[in-house]
């Protein structure tokens, strides 16, 4: 009777072609995840926080002061000038981007003088550099 099974030169050849595989497929998708926080930084900045600032706007005739920044949207803000119309909370969580960092908030803006700019450092957390992601 002859026994079945895999001799352990087979299984030998399958774990080096699977792990050949996997040095291929692996750095791959490791780049994928970098643009896929990229893509929901420009979301945020684009759609979702955005979109709060400009209700924020609609219901109180300005955007929120610098000091004030984006906990303006999560509660009403006590410091001066004190919005009049404050329907919020404008969004249900804290802003923070795909690298856990908050996002960077300025009203008026330095390069967006009659709105605001909003923007986030990126992977590297330096302000001024190729990885920030930014509205302007």
Known sequence: MKKQGFTLIELMIVVIIIAALATMVVPRL???SEQAKVAVAE???GSNIGLALKLYKLD???YPTTSQGLKGLLSKSTSSPV???WNGPYLE???LDPWKNT???KSPGSHNADSYDLYSLGTDGVEGTEDDVKNW
């Open 103 to 105: 996002y960077q908030y």
């Open 30 to 32: 490791g780049s994928r």
């Open 93 to 95: 969580r804290d802003p």
């Open 43 to 45: 979301a945020d900045i």
């Open 83 to 85: 919005p009049g119309n």
């Open 60 to 62: 109180n005739g300005r």
